[in-house]
């Protein structure tokens, strides 16, 4: 008889993004633990062992997924000379993002949980703070372009940064329903019509000339 092969070693990477995909197209309630290790291609055991319980596993799989899909965001926000070029870039990036081929359409952090059981509350609270997140780090960019001349003193940070962070986040919805790239981007162009200075900004895309008699 010949001898066995050696068994093959445990991947954890391949496993954790493995896991990622099922949650961001599943969600964290409609993931099973059958479809999770079906997909990990491990028995539930080695997943307690790996990586504790579901939602250890899925808030490392919202780690990963940051790190390896979430840096538009972070770069945008950081690199971008003015205010108004890391809010066109940190829209447009991830508009491209959502919509490219080989993984689940959207983002998986305002899609995987978007519903949760009571049970599974922590979940969405944790989903939230990251959301929170980045609205704050938008507050701050625009806050560092009044400061450094390239905002007006007088924008309503506040408004403004609220204004862009739901179209930020309904761009994801959008991708997910199937919209394309293209209706993507007149989306984020009407958008930033409306970005202070502009001269009217979307109002200005309107026909408001008098009907004729």
């Known amino acids: 008889m010949s001898p066995r ?16 995909l099922v949650f961001w197209e ?36 919202i780690e990963h997924y940051q790190s390896a899909y979430g840096r538009h965001t972070m770069r945008a926000l950081t690199e971008e000379p003015t205010a108004r070029a890391a809010v066109e870039a940190m829209l447009r990036n991830n508009a491209c993002a959502y919509v490219e081929p080989g993984h689940p359409k959207g ?8 519903n949760c059981t009571p049970a599974n509350a ?11 997140e980045v609205r704050r780090q938008l507050r701050e960019r625009l806050r560092r372009g009044v400061e450094e001349g390239d905002l007006a003193a007088t924008v309503d940070i506040d408004a403004l940064s609220a204004l862009y962070a739901t179209v930020f986040y309904g761009l994801t919805m ?5 919209v394309s790239l293209d209706s993507l981007m007149t989306v984020i162009d009407l958008a930033l019509s409306l ?15 008098p009907s004729a008699p």
Not at 8 to 20: G, P, S
Not at 27 to 54: H, N, Q, V, W
Request: hydrophobic share 45%; charged share 25%.
């Open 195 to 209: 970005w202070p200075g502009n001269g009217g900004g979307a109002a200005s895309t309107v026909d408001t000339a």
């Open 122 to 132: 922590s979940v969405w609270k944790f989903l939230a703070a990251s959301r929170d």
């Open 174 to 178: 959008q991708a997910r329903d199937g």
């Open 107 to 114: 983002c998986m952090v305002v899609l995987a949980a978007t």
């Open 5 to 20: 092969g050696r068994p093959r070693a445990f991947d954890r990477e391949h496993a954790l993004n493995q896991a990622m």
């Open 26 to 61: 599943r969600g964290y309630d409609g993931a099973s633990l059958a479809e999770l290790t079906e997909a990990m291609s491990i028995k539930p055991p080695s997943l307690y062992a790996a990586f504790g319980d579901k939602e250890a596993l899925f808030r490392e799989a």
